[in-house]
């Protein structure tokens, strides 16, 4: 069985964003950008099936920001292959259809039994890659999928449903799974396995030329968040402070 892993990049969220000059995105110049966590699940799912069934897993990513840090890691955790997609530009947000699409064209000339990605991303929670991909591909796909078990040529998915409820059903292979969560979680590679991925294994390139023929979202304007003003400090004893957070209450007529 060979399995592709989708991944991408983000920006940290743990950095202070800002917007760019003309208003269109962040300010990518000066952020860390880090793998996506529902794409680490999905790695994690796909390197589990490696362990209980001997598959191959390739790895493969859009040339992003910080990109080759990623796909060295996910080589140290026990991928098998790794290919970085160019022929775009490297610092640009890819929207989610160009993205399905690069994947999809270079899927197109692989063998492969299952493609897994993450269920979506925090730079914009679409959620349409897998289903997007599997169109693209007319194959069967599955999003939310939070269990994966091989039964012969077919899979038996379990997917997260509305009001705690969990769906089951079976896919024939080849298929697209959006992950949303794998069944342990991701593993640790450390910096030394890293180095000597880095140092033993390569990231193989390919050029993949798009013509985008569907619809593209744009983004014609970003607003950082207004400012409302800051916090209230209240001071002295439990019973004073009570009565002054019910007369602030009171006095917006939240009470």
């Given at each position: 069985?060979?399995?592709?892993?989708?991944?991408?990049?983000?920006?940290d969220?743990?950095?202070?964003?800002?917007?760019?000059?003309?208003?269109?995105?962040?300010?990518?110049?000066?952020?860390?950008?880090?793998?996506?966590?529902?794409?680490?699940?999905?790695?994690?799912?796909?390197?589990?099936?490696?362990?209980?069934?001997?598959?191959?897993?390739?790895?493969?990513?859009?040339?992003?920001?910080?990109?080759?840090?990623?796909?060295?890691?996910?080589?140290?955790?026990?991928?098998?292959?790794?290919?970085?997609?160019?022929?775009?530009?490297?610092?640009?947000?890819?929207?989610?259809?160009?993205?399905?699409?690069?994947?999809?064209?270079?899927?197109?000339?692989?063998e492969?039994?299952?493609?897994?990605?993450?269920?979506?991303?925090?730079?914009?929670?679409?959620?349409?890659?897998?289903?997007?991909?599997?169109?693209?591909?007319?194959?069967?796909?599955?999003?939310?999928?939070?269990?994966?078990?091989?039964?012969?040529?077919?899979?038996r998915?379990?997917?997260?449903?509305?009001?705690?409820?969990?769906?089951?059903?079976?896919?024939?292979?080849?298929?697209?799974?959006g992950?949303?969560?794998?069944?342990?979680?991701?593993?640790?590679?450390?910096?030394?396995?890293i180095?000597?991925?880095?140092q033993?294994?390569?990231?193989?390139?390919?050029?993949?030329?798009l013509?985008?023929?569907?619809?593209?979202?744009?983004?014609?304007?970003?607003?950082?968040?207004?400012?409302?003003g800051?916090?209230?400090?209240?001071?002295?004893?439990?019973k004073?402070?009570?009565?002054?957070?019910?007369?602030?209450?009171?006095?917006?007529?939240?009470?």
């Open positions: 069985m060979h399995i592709v892993v989708a991944m991408r990049q983000l920006a969220l743990v950095e202070e964003l800002e917007v760019n000059g003309d208003g269109t995105d962040i300010d990518r110049d000066f952020v860390k950008f880090v793998s996506n966590e529902w794409d680490e699940a999905a790695l994690e799912e796909a390197l589990t099936i490696k362990d209980e069934s001997a598959a191959s897993v390739t790895v493969v990513a859009l040339d992003e920001p910080d990109v080759d840090q990623t796909l060295y890691a996910a080589l140290a955790k026990g991928a098998d292959r790794a290919v970085k997609l160019t022929g775009h530009d490297p610092s640009a947000w890819v929207r989610t259809r160009e993205r399905a699409q690069r994947i999809a064209s270079f899927l197109a000339h692989e492969f039994d299952l493609v897994l990605t993450g269920v979506q991303a925090a730079d914009d929670l679409d959620g349409q890659l897998a289903g997007i991909l599997g169109s693209t591909l007319d194959i069967p796909h599955a999003a939310v999928v939070v269990g994966v078990e091989l039964t012969g040529s077919s899979l998915v379990a997917q997260e449903l509305g009001g705690g409820l969990v769906g089951v059903s079976e896919l024939e292979l080849p298929a697209v799974l992950v949303q969560a794998a069944r342990q979680a991701p593993r640790y590679a450390s910096i030394t396995r180095r000597q991925a880095m033993t294994q390569k990231i193989e390139e390919q050029e993949v030329p013509e985008v023929t569907t619809p593209q979202v744009t983004v014609r304007r970003l607003y950082p968040p207004e400012k409302q800051g916090a209230t400090m209240l001071t002295g004893s439990a004073d402070v009570a009565t002054e957070i019910v007369n602030i209450l009171r006095s917006k007529g939240l009470v």
